[in-house]
């Protein structure tokens, strides 16, 4: 299946780009799978998603949950809290 | 009559009708933050004629918040943000009731000052603040409009807890620990932070004149490079230590 990742505010910066087109394996059907199979695949997300626990998650523009299951064709977005002002 | 003539480019739009102005007359706004994004928000909420603002910071005026915390200016440097705040207000508006809350509210004080106001902007520049301004905001069942900025990244919602059911903050973004990125670190975009006090503003007039769509339940994020808006919908989290208390 392949789905689109979008990466925002400071985790973009951390991995230099602000989205993917990803084919993913028949066996990757959740956030959370979603997420060890970045983990696993891509160092730099690795240490985001270590060092960034307030991220948070939406499929397809609503907010998802680890188990919140993921299709072909969706769109992932991981983003941080901007607290700044 | 002078009135009329000040709002008359707002009431002129049709989406105001005979009683917008009167609420927006009417209506108690608190503005926690007198920086970056409290300054373009209190001037917006001020020309438009809220009946009453009330903004709180217990910082002074420093030469690095010049280049976006634009209330401010040379002659204020040093002196209280709130105090200098008010100054500008009340040269730019004074048929309004404008207060200077100087020092950094404790949580009773706090709980005052929501209790107090129909409308919350959270124009803070810190995660820790911003759970204990929703979590009263939400027990006072008051609108919070809430939003952030860092480097050339922006965020804003609305949490309208005159609903019952409404999402809280930690829905959105649970408490866990992690080291906050500011703008003293990160560097913040002027206009960036300017746009998003200007449309914490906006969003504080739509809820109290009652038009438009505010940004209930919906997260709104923008990167000035490009100015690329995205938006995701959120609602009330089973899991929210906030709001689990409640059943």
């Known amino acids: 299946m392949s789905v689109k990742v979008l990466y925002f505010a400071s985790l973009k910066d951390k991995v230099l780009k602000g989205e993917d087109s990803l084919e993913l394996p028949e066996d990757v059907t959740t956030v959370e799978d979603l997420i060890n199979y970045l ?9 985001a998603f270590e060092e960034m626990p307030r991220l948070r998650f939406a499929v397809n523009q609503e907010m998802a949950k680890e188990s919140t299951k993921i299709k072909d064709g969706d769109e992932v977005a991981f983003f941080p809290p901007v607290t700044g002002g | 009559m002078e009135k009329e003539n000040r709002y008359s480019r707002h009431v002129l739009l049709k989406e105001f009708d005979a009683h917008t102005q009167e609420k927006i007359s009417a209506s108690k706004v608190l503005i926690i933050g007198a920086g970056g994004l409290g300054s373009p928000a ?15 910071d217990g910082d002074t005026v420093d030469l690095t918040n010049l280049q ?8 204020r440097i040093g002196m209280n943000k709130a105090t200098s705040a008010k100054a500008s207000l009340e040269a730019m508006n004074s048929e309004i009731d404008i207060r200077a809350f100087t020092h950094r509210p404790s949580l009773e004080e706090l709980e005052e000052l929501i209790a107090d106001h129909d409308v919350v902007l959270d124009c803070t520049d810190n995660t820790a603040s911003r759970y204990p301004i929703s979590e009263l905001c939400r027990r006072h069942k008051k609108p919070l409009v809430t939003a952030g900025a860092v480097a050339f990244d922006g965020q804003i919602t609305v949490f309208d807890y005159r609903d019952p ?21 990160k560097g913040v975009f002027a206009p960036l932070v300017g746009t998003l006090g200007c449309m914490q503003a906006s969003e504080a007039l739509k809820i109290i004149g009652g038009f438009g769509k505010p940004l209930t339940g919906e997260l709104l994020m923008v990167d000035a490079r490009s100015w690329s808006w995205w938006h995701m919908k959120y609602s009330r989290s089973e899991d929210c230590p906030c709001c689990a208390k409640e059943k």
């Open chain 2, 165 to 185: 059911d409404s999402a809280c903050y930690a829905c959105l973004f649970p408490n866990h620990d992690g080291a906050d990125e500011k703008a003293s670190t």
């Open chain 2, 42 to 56: 209190s001037l917006y909420l001020a020309s438009s004629g809220v009946g009453r603002i009330t903004i709180a």
């Open chain 1, 39 to 47: 983990s696993e695949n891509d160092k730099a997300l690795k240490a």
């Open chain 2, 68 to 75: 976006r915390q634009v209330i401010h200016n040379m002659s």
